[in-house]
């Protein structure tokens, strides 16, 4: 047998970790990880964040980020250990025989220059190909990808395509300058299920036609079986199985394996109305300020005490619109909102203190929605003290009975969001929410920023709790799976439009109009084969057409 292209031996990473009025405390966070990867093939490193899947990664680049540093071990590639090569070897192999596209190509991409400036910059600085070559090479790969106008994207810049014709752009920017193995590291995480798909396609089809090595990097079990060869699962650094695609998902042998197949295994079954709507939206149009184009055209939704309304749709077909028109942050230019037999005011600044209390919101980023120097306790005491006058003995009486609801309890009250995980500060913002009793809770991409087992937690908690309080959700998403697993009912938006509503069987039944087809089928299923079936019949309806 030939050699391995990528051969790593007992690798182990460490970092330095600086705690106020603490010494630095060195760890160790990859605890000697070993695999092969041969010419051609593809694996897949998945596990939650934290695995250092990323890190492992970088490794295969001789690089660790951000004070990270490679301890010890070999990482063999083209038969030399890079880890004892020179600087001067190791500007080579980066950018060379080894390239990397990150999980945000627009936060990687230089906004002053455009993209055929950097999409060829590697492959000539290299010496690969000269200027010309390159250009023509990545006209190729523009047209290989799926890019529209090939011949001339290349002359734009960053922010005049869209997000997922710049992550393919980047895709074009790893395999310009013909290199052994890309890595590729959560490239369709942050995508509509419609974008990753087409990016999805692109990037299997490149794989297959260049005939390059890769490391592909998710926490997305359904999207890395759809692209590898074998996947390696990690956890806290460790190497919790290695096998083939099929032996993984059909077969998984360790428990955190069969947890992670199992995932989205949530089962909710939706419930009928029994009462009036306590949340109407009728007839609502809205635009920002200062524009002349309507972002909302004719909304009408209703959502039931005790039920949860999924509003699903990809980025811009306004789902969060819909919610900054409903929390009174953006007037509608004509319409209403109905909420608990009373009509809305327009702006959150003229609306009564019950209706703030009773209508509340949890953000997509939990990071962001807490204040870094307050403890959990004074989080989550705030409305307490603001809606029902809480104090003292009381207040925190109540603070530990939603620490409690929340699945945390009362070791977490004077914790610092710091010293939270993803997860346990999702939580925190959820008890945050319930301090207030609600009725109607909006819930803005709750789970998409956390890692599949963390994120159906965080479901299972959400509809226990509206068994508990009685609350009703209104639940933005894109993830067609979340849909599933937690919606009574279900309004499909695009463009700014209620494509299809109804109850979650009504919408999830055929037949579906286009678009409703189109986001069904884009949903990645934990199976083998489900991508080139995609692609097969994609190209069917458009030779068809």
Known sequence: MSEPLLKVRDLKIGAT??????????????????????????LGLIGE????????????MAYGRGGVEITGGEVWINGRDILKSKLSDIRRLRGGEVTYVSQSAAASFNPAKTIMEQVIEAAVEQGKFSRREAETRARALFDKLGLPDPENIGARYPHQVSGGQLQRCMTALALCPEPDLVVFDEPTTALDVTTQIDVLMAIKEAIRDTGVAALYITHDLAVVAQVSDDIMVLRNGDKVEYGSVDQI????????????????????????????????????TARYKGTKFDVLHNVNVDLYPGQTLAVVGESGSGKS???????????????????????LTEDFKTRSREDLRELQMIFQMADVAMNPRQTVGTIIGRPLEFYF????????KRIIELLDEIELGESFIDRFPAELSGGQKQRVCIARALAAKPKVIICDEVTSALDPLVADGILKLLLNLQKIEDVAYLFITHDLATVKAISDNIAVMYKGKVQRYGSKTQVLTPPFDDYTDLLLSSVPEMRLGWLEEVIANRKMESAGN
Request: net charge negative.
């Open 17 to 42: 970790v600086y705690a106020p009025g603490e010494p630095p405390k060195d760890i160790e966070i990859v605890h000697g990880v070993s695999f092969d990867l041969e010419r051609g093939k593809v």
């Open 321 to 343: 619109t819909l919610a900054r028109v409903i929390t009174g942050l953006l007037p509608p230019s004509e319409g209403e909102i109905f909420f608990a037999g009373r009509t």
């Open 249 to 284: 998902i059909n077969d998984p042998q360790e428990d955190y394996t069969k947890a992670l197949v199992s995932v989205r295994s949530i089962n909710h079954e939706e419930k009928a109305p029994t009462e009036e709507a306590v949340l109407s939206v009728r007839n609502v």
């Open 389 to 396: 006058g809480l104090r003292g003995a009381e207040k925190r």
């Open 49 to 60: 964040s934290g695995a250092g899947k990323s890190t492992i990664g970088l490794s295969s």
